[in-house]
């Protein structure tokens, strides 16, 4: 039987930190930026864990292997 095949949006989109979790990139950050402060678009730089009802959807996203995990710094 051949291998399955990661979702590539999901890999692209997505990451697993080394403690299972699913990390994303925040939404409202690529244009439109004169309007927001200095303040809100430093905050949007950094990623965030998937929670809600996307949360309930982890055991799908591991199960696709193609997930690269993000790089320990310890």
């Known amino acids: 039987m051949p291998k399955m ?3 590539r949006s999901a ?3 997505f990451r697993l930190t080394a403690t299972g979790k699913v990390r ?3 939404a409202f950050a690529r244009h439109i930026l004169t309007k927001k402060t200095r ?17 309930a959807h982890k ?16």
């Open 11 to 13: 890999a692209k989109r």
């Open 39 to 55: 303040k809100r678009k430093r905050r949007l730089r950094h990623t965030v864990c998937v929670c809600g009802r996307l949360a």
């Open 59 to 74: 055991e799908a996203f591991a199960r696709l292997s193609g997930l690269p995990r993000e790089k320990s710094l310890f």
């Open 5 to 7: 095949k990661s979702s």
């Open 24 to 26: 994303r990139n925040q």
